[in-house]
């Protein structure tokens, strides 16, 4: 069956960089569009990034724009979220879903906690 | 971007209740809607996609209409695992946006 499982959460100071990682299983990440959403304590849902099924488009949130990268690895069937010049506005659990774009998410994963202060 | 608007914010229903939630859209996005169940905790749960078709899986009890700018979402009797926050989201932009989301809370 499906599986997503992020790893790769934290606490970070305000300007540092964090990598997450999101370990799919029972489909495949070169078959699929892969994204990032996340949520602030207490808040909704936000998008944050797109990969597109063959790795040729990735789309971003304007919030995250320049900032973040998401990428995948076809090999370990993994993808992953840098992120650089972390903000406290940052601070988020991050889902990994799967979906096409536009598109809406099948499969998350149970998501990681990502805390950005001083 | 395509703003999402959900009313009620919170909803106070007891076991059987119906219960209706609503879901604008600043433009109209065709049929390009899906609803979330998330509970405390928890990720979010795919419930119904293209605005009013259910996920495999889903009780029956929940249902979507809607289409353009205006979607609810009905659980026509609400059941002890249904309270829980909604989200609605569009997908007729590359920009995806949810709504604020509406708390079903026990009346």
């Known amino acids: 069956q499906v599986q997503l499982v992020e790893s790769g959460g934290g606490v970070v100071q305000p300007g540092g960089s964090l990598r997450l990682s999101c370990a799919a299983s029972?489909?495949?990440?070169?078959?699929?569009?892969m994204h990032w959403v996340r949520q602030a304590p207490g808040k909704g849902l936000e998008w944050v990034a797109f990969i597109r099924y063959d790795g040729s488009n990735n789309y971003y949130a304007d919030s995250v724009k320049g900032r973040f990268t998401i990428s995948r690895d076809t090999s370990t069937n993994t993808l992953y979220l840098q992120m650089n010049s972390l903000r406290g506005e940052d601070t988020a659990v991050y889902y990994c879903?799967?979906?096409?774009?536009?598109?809406?998410?099948?499969?998350w994963g149970q998501g990681t906690l990502v805390t950005v202060s001083s | 971007d395509i703003q999402m608007t959900q009313s009620p914010s919170t909803l106070s229903a007891s076991v059987g209740d119906r219960v209706t939630i609503t879901c604008r859209a600043s433009?109209?996005?065709?049929?390009?809607l899906a609803w979330y169940q998330q509970k405390p905790g928890k990720a979010p749960n795919l419930l119904i996609y293209?605005?009013?078709t259910l996920e495999s899986g889903v009780p029956s009890r929940f249902s979507g209409s809607g289409s353009g700018t205006e979607f609810t979402l009905t659980i026509s009797s609400l059941q002890p695992d249904d309270f829980a926050t909604y989200y609605c989201?569009?997908?007729?932009?590359?920009?995806?946006?949810f709504g604020g989301g509406t708390k079903v809370e026990i009346k």
């Open positions: 989201q569009q997908y007729n932009s590359y920009f995806l946006t």
């Open positions: 433009q109209s996005i065709s049929s390009w």
């Open positions: 879903t799967r979906g096409g774009l536009p598109g809406y998410f099948d499969y």
């Open positions: 029972g489909f495949s990440v070169s078959s699929s569009g």
């Open positions: 293209k605005a009013s």
